[in-house]
């Protein structure tokens, strides 16, 4: 199947500062993606939703001008979490699809906020 | 709206015995379902899904799920469990839209742990 690779796989940064997780979709095209957020013994809660080239749509109850996401090419969608704090903590993913694709998932993001 | 009930938080398992995950979904559309499989500190990896056709699905590691609409249900099953098979799985729901797939709509997960 299609590969999506999702860097960097772990990260621990300081309470105030922005971090940047990077989406690519090594061999095909992907004009959509999604970002996902998972809490510990919870499941997968959508945060947005990105379409090449346009700004993205976020769900409802997620900042978006905490949580950027920029999808600037059909390969490549980043999360940068701003001015991050603990309670953002958490396990992200990005899945990308293509029209009439089933999505394909990184393979997550394990973000500590010391 | 969709949703995605996983009654099932942890599954225990003895090896080489049958497991079967519940999973039902409400939607007012016709769907597409997913079971997807996460093992420890990994990502998502699918695991089978329904999308037209025969009812029952097969994955390659021997799982299997079966879409019954009237019942709102795509139960997934194994007749013998393997401590590999170890890992969290989640059922998922789509709409059926004709541009394709559309956002997908996770349950809250079933932890199935194997035991020797």
């Known amino acids: 199947g299609a590969v999506v690779s999702q860097h960097p796989s772990r990260v621990i940064c300081k309470s105030g500062t922005s971090v940047k997780i990077e989406c690519r979709s090594l061999d095909f095209q992907a004009t959509t993606m999604f970002w996902y957020r998972q809490f510990p013994k919870q499941s997968l809660m959508l945060m947005a939703t990105s379409n090449e080239g346009s700004k993205a749509t976020y769900e409802q109850g997620v900042e978006k001008d905490k949580f950027l996401i920029n999808h600037a090419s059909l390969t490549l969608s980043t999360l940068t979490v701003t001015s991050a704090h603990p309670e953002d903590s958490s396990f992200y993913i990005c899945?990308?699809?293509?029209?009439?694709?089933?999505?394909?998932f990184g393979q997550g993001t394990r973000l500590t906020v010391v | 709206a969709q949703s995605v009930t996983q009654l099932d938080s942890q599954v225990p398992v003895f090896e080489e015995a049958p497991v079967e995950l519940r999973c039902n979904y409400s939607s007012s559309v016709s769907v597409y379902l997913f079971w997807y499989v996460q093992y420890p500190n990994q990502g998502l990896q699918l695991l089978l899904k329904y999308l037209s056709g025969s009812t029952l699905v097969e994955s390659i590691n021997g799982f299997e799920a079966e879409f019954n609409k009237s019942q709102t249900s795509f139960h997934l099953r194994k007749p013998s469990v393997h401590i590999s098979d170890t890992a969290e799985y989640f059922c998922?729901?789509?709409?059926?839209?004709?541009?394709?797939?559309?956002?997908?709509?996770f349950g809250t997960g079933t932890k199935l742990q194997v035991i020797p």
């Open positions: 899945s990308a699809r293509q029209p009439g694709t089933e999505a394909f």
């Open positions: 998922a729901v789509s709409d059926r839209f004709s541009g394709g797939y559309q956002k997908v709509t």
